[in-house]
DNA sequence: GCCGTTTTCGGCCCGACTGTTTTCAGTCG
């Protein structure tokens, strides 16, 4: 049983977990909790880099000791160090912390005067009444441990960015008519376009005698107020979404944003830098001594570390801060760099509307370039094109060519990959085409080696040009197929074909590490919509913000190239 | 447990809100 970064990150977690519950040196819980980060974020599995002898100490926040234990974790699966700790308290007592408004002393409390180790024993104790006694808790405390427990039990999962936009959205419109409202922005990790959102970070700039805290929990839409300040109010809505409203003045924007846009870890790490220089960093400026020296806007609070400005979708304290040091951040793609698209359906396989249609759409979009690429037959739900039908829709599309204003139609097939790694249709049809996707739509379980193996043969296929979705996972839904990402791009470096960030907000497969990897490999990125009616082109932008994540430039992105270069570097697959 | 134009000790990000208190600990982000 290969050991992946998340196995490592669970244990530093868990022993972060107990260890604060034994009321251990709290410097020493943030150690292995930032362990369990770096880990976690590394992108390429700790067991591959060691075999590779790479050394683990060169990673931050990992020295001589933490360093071994991921050695020891690769190596047997376990950590001793954990094993101990399961020796004086309970596993499951980590899990009891995950109740929101419990953290590791009431916890302690609980095991140690009520014995108390599991959600299951807690429910009862609070339903019999018995925590509301102890030092510390109360009426209240109880009352919301019960809740908190129950909801647990019918836990919602994290929402997808685009469910997150639909109710930030009419919300932040309602906060925009309250009285005094200057500026509305939503912060957090939507500002930072993570593919799933947890909670809405809502940052307000207001005059002193705005009504809109209270306008707030007049909202509609509000299940639950968690708690209800005169600068910060936590709600619920009914969709069981938690929103966060934060009120500052317009003087301290900058550095509210900054805070409260994160990532937690980039915001430690830019303390810090401001320690350094005898600065305090808040969120309502950054102040030598009393005096404030920066805070109006973001890039204020940057150049008093020393630093140019830094995107959100970079601020995951992986390297940003040291390359905006040196003067080397990326110049990140954006929406308007996409010149095409190169994954749509259409009514003939399992998309909703007519080429016409579909083309027209996305040139009101301003895509100069689509590529109509239906399934093959080998996906008998979608009713799959087979050689008769594909050479048909070719000659629709030379038809519709010769009419078209400002987008050209190129020819392309979703083509799937068979189990042995054999592509659907014939070389002869394939032959035809401008571009070939292939794509995984079956057999999700094979084994690692035999799903890569699979992979990289139809890779290697003389007609191949590009691997749509290539983890196939879909958020929330269904986890990635079990292939070695890392060997897939290497390959698809040398082979000279591309690799899709599929824009679908639920699958956004290529994670950001792994657009990382493939522009050091100098591997061209995809952006395309996967668009099955004209409202799918409007995703776009989520495939935008994960290839930003990922710190991918315009130059790193296939389909910012225009259609003369495109067709150059397709050729050269073909 | 990590880290160092402070290099082997002594620091380690910072503030709002709640509940149980009566001056503050605990939790959260």
Not at 323 to 328: H, I, Q, T
Not at 441 to 459: C, E, N, V, W, Y
Not at 524 to 533: F, P
């Amino acid at each position: 049983m290969p050991i992946h970064n998340t196995d490592i990150a669970a244990i530093f977690d868990e022993i972060a977990d107990l260890l604060e519950i034994e009321g251990a040196n709290p410097f020493r819980v943030r150690a292995y909790r930032n362990a369990a980060r770096t880990v976690q974020g590394l992108g390429r599995d700790a067991a591959k880099l060691i075999e590779e002898g790479f050394e683990l100490t060169r990673l931050p926040g990992i020295g001589k000791d933490l360093a071994g234990k991921i050695q020891e974790i690769v190596r047997t699966g376990r950590c001793a160090e954990l094993t101990n700790l399961h020796k004086r308290t309970p596993a499951a007592l980590s899990v009891l912390l995950k109740v929101p408004g419990l953290g590791p002393k009431r916890v302690a409390a609980l095991h140690q005067q009520l014995g108390i180790n599991t959600p299951k024993q807690l429910l009862r104790a609070v339903r019999q009444g018995h925590v509301r006694e102890l030092e510390g808790f109360g009426a209240k405390t109880e009352q919301r441990i019960r809740e908190a427990i129950e909801a647990q039990l019918k836990k919602k999962a994290r929402f997808l960015l685009l469910t997150a936009t639909d109710y930030a959205q009419p919300l932040v419109q309602h906060l925009k008519q309250s009285r005094g409202v200057k500026d509305v922005i939503v912060a957090g990790s939507y500002r930072r376009c993570n593919e799933t959102v947890g909670d809405l970070d809502i940052l307000v700039t207001a005059t002193r005698s705005s009504p809109v805290m209270h306008d707030l929990v007049a909202y509609d839409e509000i299940k639950e107020i968690l708690s209800h300040g005169k600068t910060r109010t936590t709600v619920i809505l009914k969709c069981g979404l938690q929103v966060d409203v934060r009120v500052v003045d317009r003087i301290s924007l900058g550095a509210a944003l900054q805070y409260f846009t994160g990532s937690k870890a980039h915001n430690i790490a830019i303390r810090r830098l401001g320690q350094q220089r005898g600065l305090k960093i808040n969120e309502y400026g950054a102040f030598k001594g009393e005096q404030r020296v920066a805070g109006a806007t973001e890039a204020s609070v940057y150049a008093a570390v020393k630093l140019p400005y830094i995107e959100p979708e970079l601020r995951e304290n992986r390297g940003e801060i040291e390359a905006a040091r040196l003067g080397k951040l990326p110049k990140l793609v954006r929406l308007a760099d996409l010149k095409g698209d190169l994954h749509s359906h259409t009514r003939a396989s399992d998309g909703k509307n007519t080429i016409d249609e579909m083309a027209q759409a996305a040139r009101t979009r301003g895509l100069r370039y689509l590529a109509i690429t239906d399934h093959s037959k080998g996906l008998a739900v979608t009713r799959g094109l087979d050689t008769r039908t594909l050479a048909k829709q070719l000659e629709e599309i030379d038809r519709l060519n010769e009419n078209l204003k400002g987008i050209e139609l190129l020819k392309g097939i979703e083509v799937e990959i068979l189990e042995d790694g054999r592509l659907d249709l014939p070389d002869a049809i394939l032959a035809e085409l401008d571009l070939v996707i292939g794509a995984v739509h079956s057999k999700f379980d094979l084994p690692g080696a035999k799903q890569t193996r699979r992979i990289l043969r139809a890779m290697n296929h003389p007609h191949f040009s590009l691997l749509a979705h290539p983890s196939g996972r879909l958020l929330e839904e269904r986890e990635p197929y079990d292939v070695d990402m890392t060997q897939i791009i290497r390959e698809a470096g040398q082979r000279g074909c591309f690799l899709e960030l599929n824009a679908q907000p639920q699958r956004l497969d290529l994670i950001d590490s792994y657009c990382q990897l493939a522009k050091d490999e100098g591997v061209l990125v995809a952006i395309n919509s996967d668009a099955h009616q004209p409202g799918g082109f409007d995703n776009l932008r989520f495939g935008v913000g994960q290839a930003r994540r990922g710190w991918l430039e315009a130059k790193d992105v296939l389909n910012t190239r225009s259609l003369s270069a495109l067709r150059k570097l397709l050729k050269g697959t073909m």
